[in-house]
Nanobody, 120 residues
Framework: QVQLVESGGGLVQTGGSLRLSCVVS????????MAWFRQAPGKQRELVAS??????TAYADSVQGRFIFSRENARKVTLQMNSLKPEDTAVYYC???????????????WGRGTQVTISS
């Protein structure tokens, strides 16, 4: 029942910016860590950034200083991507660690992804 939906992907030129959003729908008891992953053609999926429930963020070295991961509210997070490079081209996926009920175990959920393409 819990679903994650990403939005905000698109095509921009090198040096441009994009703002991705991830909205969590459906009922849940608590939402914990969240993260953005990306996967480019021919490459493995990689962790881009993560954020804890208290707001502590961590970034991959490749995006440090260019991307900002934020919580807008209890159900929405954003990834502000600046100074984009062709190497950032990939499908970006939202991931969330969620408890659906008080007695439930935490588990990971994934969105379907949003395409980000950076032209040179």
């Amino acid at each position: 029942q819990v679903q994650l939906v990403e939005s905000g992907g698109g095509l921009v030129q090198t040096g441009g910016s994009l703002r991705l959003s991830c909205v969590v729908s459906g009922g849940f008891f608590s939402l914990h860590n969240m993260a953005w992953f990306r996967q480019a053609p021919g490459k493995q999926r990689e962790l881009v950034a993560s954020i804890t429930r208290t707001g502590t963020t961590a970034y991959a070295d490749s995006v440090q200083g260019r991307f900002i991961f934020s919580r807008e509210n209890a159900r929405k997070v954003t990834l502000q991507m600046n100074s984009l490079k062709p190497e950032d081209t990939a499908v970006y996926y939202c991931n969330a660690d969620i408890r659906e009920a008080y007695s439930s175990d935490r588990r990971g959920y994934w969105g379907r992804g949003t395409q980000v393409t950076i032209s040179s």
